[in-house]
């Protein structure tokens, strides 16, 4: 029966974290539109925004999980990038020509990532310098943003297509906040449970399974706007999304609830996702992401899987 709760409870909190999510998303594009912000800003600061991702990982380290709470940022990255972008590009290959600052700030995402993991415990420094960076690199994106719809997300799109009263996107915006922290202590505590009661390496909780529950959808957002087309939304969302995951994110988690750090996530998951960003950037920087390429993220997935377990 306790196994059954902690799943549940797992499995709830997850599915509740990306309703919420979602309805949150539409509640700020209301306002942002009420308030009259640009069309551009709005795809470029809310394209790639991770709610769930960002509240599961504080709720984990504010009780100490901090394996689940690293894991909402590397390993979340990691499936975002080998299996999210992976399996979209065997799907349907990704074609588009983007920006070589934005690239550049792609690639070096990961590398700023690596600063919190340079003591026994992420430093609340390096929270700050990621949140710094974070705001330089979504500033440099709504700029360039003005000329194209590089990271216009297909929720984005749609919530612009409603419009709603100030009290409505008011009402949205509160109730997506209160769920998402409800389903994010759920995730984090029945992640924790599930640990104790089938013995499940802590690590491989939090690195692999917790962030392949909570990114799932992010495999539909990459290959349905890469199948009709939207090259752009695809890309757009893929560098908001990293973005989001490795600097705001982790970010916030050194600096608000730091947490100890295994030394596997330095030896394996922090360098696995500098191999998996740079092999994306390069194919990026051609203008095509194809099956090929596709083919080899999922397979340092694979690898990256069975180390996991190897290590352990």
Request: hydrophobic share 60%; proline share 4%.
């Amino acid at each position: 029966m306790f196994l059954i709760f902690a799943l549940g409870l797992f499995v709830i909190g997850a599915v509740l974290a990306v309703f919420a999510t979602e309805r949150l998303l539409e509640g700020l594009v209301s306002l942002a539109q009420v308030l009259r912000f640009s069309a551009f800003a709005i795809g470029a600061v809310l394209s790639g925004l991770e709610a769930e991702n960002m509240v599961v990982g504080l709720a984990a380290g504010g009780t100490g999980a901090a394996e689940v709470s690293l894991g909402t940022a590397f390993g979340g990255a990691i499936f975002l990038i080998t299996v999210a972008l992976g399996l979209s590009a065997v799907l349907f290959p990704l074609e588009v020509h983007l920006p070589r600052g934005v690239l550049v700030i792609f690639a070096a995402s990961p590398l700023l990532a690596g600063l919190t993991l340079l003591g026994a415990s992420t430093p609340r420094w390096t929270g700050v310098i990621l949140l710094l960076a974070f705001v330089g690199a979504m500033v440099y994106l709504v700029r360039i943003s003005r000329h194209r719809q590089l990271l216009l997300s297909k929720e984005v799109a749609e919530s612009q297509e409603k419009q709603r009263p100030l009290w409505k996107a008011l009402a949205l915006t509160i109730f997506g906040l209160v769920v998402i922290g409800i389903g994010g202590e759920m995730v984090a505590t029945g992640a924790e449970q599930l640990i104790a009661a089938l013995g499940v390496p802590a690590l491989f909780m939090g690195m692999i399974v917790t962030p392949a529950a909570i990114e799932l959808e992010e495999v539909a957002r990459q290959a349905i706007p890469s199948k009709r087309g939207r090259h752009d939304v695809s890309a757009g969302n893929l560098i908001g999304t990293l973005l989001y995951f490795v600097l705001f994110n982790l970010g916030l988690i050194a600096l608000l609830t730091p947490v100890h750090i295994d030394p596997l996530v330095v030896r394996l998951d922090w360098p696995l996702l500098m191999l998996a960003t740079w092999i994306a950037t390069a194919c990026l920087w051609r203008g095509r992401v194809g099956r090929v390429a596709g083919g080899v993220l999922l397979l340092c997935y694979v690898i990256y899987v069975i180390l996991h377990v190897i290590l352990h």
